[in-house]
């Protein structure tokens, strides 16, 4: 092995693995997800007499050393109809919790930059502010030949949510784009 850059252990015990997962709260499956592993990855590692290496071995001591990152990334309860992961590339920038019936809006941020939340520097958007976010991840409704884009899309009408449903709301500028769960 060559020089040593980082100050990092070489392996973590079971015993470690099981104390960081008991302080953050998490079952083995939860713990699992946190980290991008599998169930049996996790209580293999918790029932081994081995020393344990890998990534994990950083995760472990980063997750000692900064537990409440692992709150900071939990998602909240759904408890609207539809659920919006505003994304870019794979990294969730904001999810959107709505309630069309009742024009109610709840998000989640999870970055810290501004310019990849859905509604920048606005912690607590209103519906208006939400329709407009839709509008602006769609082609304008004043575009040339729309109707044709609409045929295209097999959609009757221009609608930013159902435009949405069929485009991601991937635009050909950014990397953005929008998951929808109902």
């Not at 794979?90 to 999870?110: L, R």
Request: aromatic share 10%; with cysteine; proline share 6%.
């Amino acid at each position: 092995m060559g020089e040593r850059l980082f100050a990092t252990p070489e392996y973590v015990t079971a015993k470690e693995i099981k104390n960081v997962r008991a302080k953050l709260d998490l079952t083995q499956k939860e713990f699992a997800m946190l980290i991008g592993s599998s169930k049996p990855t996790v209580e293999r590692w918790e029932r081994s007499m081995e020393p344990v290496t890998g990534p994990i071995v950083l995760l472990v001591r980063m997750l000692e050393k900064y537990p409440e990152y692992a709150e900071q990334m939990r998602l909240p309860k759904k408890n609207m109809p539809i659920r919006l992961w505003y994304m870019h590339g794979q990294t969730v920038c904001t999810i959107i919790d709505v309630n069309e019936m009742k024009q109610e809006v709840q998000i989640a941020n999870y970055t810290d930059n501004l310019m990849f939340r859905a509604f920048g520097v606005e912690e607590h958007p209103d519906y208006k502010m939400y329709l407009e976010f839709l509008e602006s991840r769609c082609f304008p409704e004043s575009r040339d030949k729309m109707k044709l884009i609409l045929k295209d899309l097999d959609l009757p009408f221009y609608d930013p949510f159902m435009i949405i449903e069929k485009t991601e709301g991937r635009m050909a500028e950014d990397d953005f784009w929008i998951r929808i769960e109902r």
